[in-house]
């Protein structure tokens, strides 16, 4: 298959593009950064900048005559409170994990509707089910995202088009090194620190990487897919149903414990 995925300089992009291009395919990573791989092509493009993403997906028809795949990987996490949020740092945000996004769906459609196949996975988080403390927007860019795909999979399955968001839990990569810290005012300044060094310890003990490719790989070999797949430790996963089932007050608690806040 041809596979775009974005996001491949580092992380769990880069593990999925040498993880297929390893499998035969024909693998296209899509980043800032120019990236060396024997396992895949890096084409470096800004996907928030929507003629980059544009000229980047003409590259890749010059020499592939369709697009089976798109993994929207690409995204940037931002830590702080809501109140100390800029408008700079929310739209940044939302330009790179919604629009970005949106901009590469819309540049691969045409030739996947011309095929009448495509599979789009959308990379979302666990953390877009709820809103976290200290990752209001982060949850909220995601959430976003989402419900995105959500619109999307009524539109274009007459085309035989496939889209799902895939969420995941902790990973272990260097998000924490790439993450948009707001400053952090006075009031929250002692939870906050609590907070983010628990946030980063999860970090350090999350799944690794090369488990994310093979549970995508074997999404992409399911005929039918479903909106919404969760991944990640089970102490994670669970949030989801429980905030489902739960009373509000009783999950605000549950969290609260969970995020060391009580």
């Given at each position: 298959m041809t596979i775009i995925i974005t996001g491949t300089s580092?992380?769990?992009?880069?593990v999925l593009a040498e993880y297929f291009g390893k499998k035969g395919h024909q693998v296209y990573g899509l980043s800032r950064k120019h990236t060396?791989?024997?396992?895949f092509r890096s084409i470096p493009t800004d996907v928030t900048d929507n003629t980059a993403v544009q000229n980047a997906?003409?590259?890749v028809l010059k020499t592939e005559s369709r697009i089976d795949v798109l993994i929207n990987n690409a995204g940037m996490g931002m830590v702080g409170a809501v109140e100390d949020s800029t408008k700079e740092d929310i739209l940044k945000l939302f330009n790179l994990n919604l629009v970005g996004s949106v901009q590469m769906m819309s540049?691969?459609?045409?030739?996947?509707r011309e095929h009448k196949f495509g599979k789009i996975i959308n990379i979302s988080s666990i953390g877009s089910e709820m809103g976290l403390p200290f990752r209001g927007f982060y949850s909220a860019s995601k959430s976003a995202l989402d419900k995105v795909t959500e619109a999307m999979?009524?539109?274009?399955?007459?085309?035989n088009i496939d889209v799902c968001s895939l969420h995941l839990g902790d990973i272990k990569t260097n998000i924490a090194e790439n993450r948009v810290k707001t400053q952090v005012s006075e009031p929250?300044?002692?939870v906050f620190d609590k907070v983010y060094a628990l946030m980063n310890s999860h970090v350090g003990d999350g799944t690794e990487p090369l488990e994310v490719a093979t549970y995508a790989e074997n999404l992409l070999n399911k005929k039918k897919w479903k909106a919404h797949?969760?991944?990640?430790?089970f102490g994670q996963k669970i949030g989801v149903p429980l905030k489902w089932i739960l009373p509000q007050g009783t999950y605000e608690n549950l969290m609260k414990k969970y995020n060391k806040l009580d």
């Open positions: 580092s992380g769990i992009g880069f060396e791989s024997p396992y997906i003409a590259e540049a691969v459609l045409p030739k996947m999979r009524y539109e274009v399955y007459p085309w929250y300044k002692r797949y969760y991944f990640g430790k």
